[in-house]
């Protein structure tokens, strides 16, 4: 049974930054991308980066390109995300999830999901 834990979330002012890590466990994840998304309460939940344990080739919304950064560690299977320059509409729920193959930017289409951290973004 795959197994995703998310850490690394707090409270932050805006300016700061934060690392998330996603560590994945139950299987080998070669083949399979990861993502990280984010949800405020009463919203959708929103695409924010992904990265392919294969290649290492990634994605990124819009909203925090130039600002957020996906790696992966292959030997810990360990996915980070590094948030800099945040700001206060940053504040949200993140979550990882894990998919065969290729990133894709749907919730849907994500078959396991970690636990989520928060993080709070203070102006």
């Known amino acids: 049974q795959v197994q995703l834990v998310e850490s690394g979330g707090g409270l932050v002012q805006a300016g700061g930054s934060l690392r998330l890590s996603c560590a994945a466990s139950?299987?080998?994840?070669?083949?399979?991308?990861m993502a990280w998304f984010r949800q405020v309460l009463g919203k959708e939940r929103e695409f924010v980066a992904g990265?392919?344990?294969?290649?290492?080739?990634?994605s990124y919304a819009d909203s925090v390109k130039g600002r957020f950064t996906i790696s992966r560690d292959n030997a810990k299977n360990t996915v980070y995300l590094q948030m800099n320059s945040l700001k206060p509409e940053d504040t949200a729920v993140y979550y990882c999830?894990?998919?065969?193959?290729?990133?894709?930017?749907?919730?849907?289409?994500?078959?396991?999901w970690g636990q989520g951290t928060q993080v709070t973004v203070s102006s």
């Open positions: 999830a894990e998919r065969p193959l290729v990133i894709v930017t749907m919730p849907h289409l994500y078959a396991y």
């Open positions: 139950g299987r080998t994840f070669s083949g399979y991308a």
């Open positions: 990265i392919r344990w294969s290649g290492g080739s990634t």
